[in-house]
């Protein structure tokens, strides 16, 4: 019989990039420099000794978990994205991993606080990740903190993403595969964006939905220069 694993443990388990499928990285420094390593206390004992496969940009090489997080945490952008999961939706783990990859201030999962780990890719690890019982719930915290909730759904009424200012401060809200946002959460949003389809489906995959309104916001308020 298969017993689920903790939360904790499973956020700890090797990932899908740190399986040795396909070989990344840096080996040992010894290896790799022809110098003792330097005295940087943001560099992983263990990993300067056996070399550094995770799934991180060359400038984190070696550097501890908590280190790689405290640095991201400096330059963090203040979106914050939300997505529903009253159905246990698989689409989660894209979207942390492309929240990851935008900085986002932080993920916010409404509903079944449980989600598949796989498709994030351990970048879970480096995202800041809330849970919220409800909508309400989620609404509650978006008012303490100042942000304007954005749902992203292809319903009448929408404002087109393409030609949308976002606001800075924003919670962009996404629905779950299939029935899309609730009516509770489009009712109390601020504005509903949709994207532009020009093909047959109804819909575009949520992972996908997040990821481009993601960078919407990234090209309006951020700063490439900043970027890796």
Known sequence: MNHPVPEAAEQDQAGPTEWGEHPHGVGPWADEHAEPPPDDPRLDQELLATGDRRNVVDAYRYWTREAIVADIDRRRHPFHVAIENFGHDANIGTVVRTANAFAAAAVHIVGRKRWNRRGAMVTDRYQHIEHHASITELLEFAVREGLTVVAVDNVPGSVPLETAELPRDCLL????????????????AAMTVSIAQFGSTRSINAGVAAGIAMHAWVRQHADPATAW
């Open 173 to 188: 809200l996404f629905g779950q595969e299939g029935p899309g946002v609730t009516e509770h959460a489009k009712d109390a």
